[in-house]
C-alpha cells in the first residue's frame, strides 16, 4: 500500500506540476503562446480560457472534494494531453515531450487515486 501511495503522488506531482508550468507560460507569454496555438492550426482566443481552467483543474484533481468535478478534470486534462501530443506530432517541432509525460502518468495518478484517495458523493 506504501509503494502504491508513494507511486500515486509522484504521477499526480508530474501531472500535476506540467499542468502548472503550462498555464504560467499562457499567462506570462500570451503572444507566444497564441502564436504556437496559431502555427499548429488552433484558435488563439482559447489561450487565458484554457490556462484557468488547467488551473482549476490541478486544484480539483489534488482537493478531491467534488468526485464528478474530479472525473471531469482528469477527463480534460486527458484530452488536453491527447490533442497537445497530436498537433505536435503533426507539427514535427519536438513539443510533444511534455503531453507523453502527461499521458505516462495521469492514467497512473487517475486509477491509483479511486485506491489511495476514494471519493464519495
Not at 505536435?88 to 487515486?113: E, Q, R, T
Request: aromatic residues 20%.
Amino acid at each position: 500500500m506504501k509503494i502504491q501511495k508513494i507511486s500515486y503522488w509522484i504521477a499526480t506531482i508530474i501531472t500535476c506540476g506540467v499542468f502548472t508550468f503550462s498555464a504560467q507560460m499562457y499567462f506570462r507569454n500570451t503572444a507566444m503562446v497564441e502564436g504556437y496555438f496559431e502555427a499548429l492550426n488552433y484558435p488563439s482566443y482559447i489561450v487565458i480560457p484554457l490556462a484557468i481552467v488547467k488551473v482549476l483543474g490541478i486544484a480539483m484533481v489534488l482537493w478531491r472534494g467534488i468526485p464528478w468535478l474530479t472525473e471531469w478534470a482528469y477527463a480534460g486534462f486527458f484530452f488536453d494531453a491527447v490533442l497537445a501530443f497530436a498537433a505536435h506530432m503533426n507539427a514535427d517541432d519536438g513539443g510533444y515531450l511534455f503531453s507523453l509525460l502527461v499521458l505516462i502518468f495521469l492514467p497512473i495518478s487517475y486509477f491509483l487515486g479511486k485506491r489511495i484517495r476514494p471519493m464519495y458523493d
